[in-house]
């Protein structure tokens, strides 16, 4: 069965420091995400990606945030300056085999997360 | 107001009973997804779904799209059921996910 791959699965930086978090879609999806979740809160929206550009972010997207396709097979969320407040479970998802009236079709499929502990 | 609310936060139940658990949104929506997060973090999509019912093993899913309602059933419950179980509205705006907080249901044997 197709899966979406994460790593690593767990890191741990100092505050400041830059971390970029991996994925590796599915690969005949086009739209892909990553979203947060904080220990113990609900899962968070941060941006979605279609067609080699941001389709949309959230207001916790801000300057601080990056995504990238580098190689048509990856796609990073880079996490400049990481605060104590961005550790938290960073999960990847891609959807989208095919469009039907504007949106993504078929089911989103999640990676097992990348924990990032931030000290 | 969340936009999306789900109900109960908690539940536990012996295993084989019936469960059911609730979930209420206020947005207009394109599709209401369940998904199921492990005790070790991972999500998996259980069900996306527009209108209607699905089932898929134990699982049903129902929506009333009129009342802005659904409904994540579990027939027959089983300790490996115990997880977190998500609702999330897909926007008919944007088509981004909004998320419920989630309800954790233990399963005891």
């Known amino acids: 069965e197709p899966e979406v791959t994460q790593t690593p699965s767990h890191q741990v930086t100092q505050m400041g420091q830059e971390v970029i978090l991996h994925c590796v879609p599915i690969?005949?999806?086009?739209?892909f995400y990553w979203y947060r979740q904080i220990l113990g809160q609900k899962v968070e929206f941060l941006v979605s990606?279609?067609?080699?550009?941001?389709?949309?972010k959230s207001e916790i997207f801000d300057d601080q945030f990056s995504v990238e396709r580098p190689d048509g097979s990856n796609f990073t969320l880079k996490i400049r300056s990481t605060k104590l407040e961005d550790s938290a479970m960073y999960f990847c998802?891609?959807?989208?085999?095919?469009?039907?009236?504007?949106?993504?079709?078929?089911?989103?499929?999640f990676g097992e997360g990348s924990r990032l502990t931030v000290l | 107001k969340n936009e999306v609310e789900q109900s109960p936060q908690n539940l536990t139940a012996q295993e084989g009973e019936f469960i059911t658990i609730n979930c209420s949104y206020s947005v207009g929506i394109s599709a209401l997804h369940w998904l199921q997060q492990h005790p070790g973090g991972g999500i998996v999509s259980l069900f996306m779904?527009?209108?209607?019912?699905k089932k898929h093993g134990r699982l049903i899913a129902t929506i009333n799209i009129q009342e802005k309602h659904s409904s994540l059933h579990i027939t027959a419950s089983h300790p490996r059921d115990s997880a977190v179980y998500i609702c999330?509205?897909?926007?008919?705006?944007?088509?981004?996910?909004?998320w419920g907080a989630g309800t954790k249901l233990i399963i005891k044997p």
């Open positions: 998802a891609s959807s989208g085999s095919g469009l039907a009236g504007g949106r993504p079709t078929g089911e989103l499929f």
């Open positions: 779904l527009s209108s209607g019912k």
């Open positions: 999330a509205a897909e926007a008919d705006s944007n088509y981004q996910l909004i």
């Open positions: 690969s005949n999806h086009l739209y």
């Open positions: 990606f279609y067609n080699n550009e941001i389709s949309e």
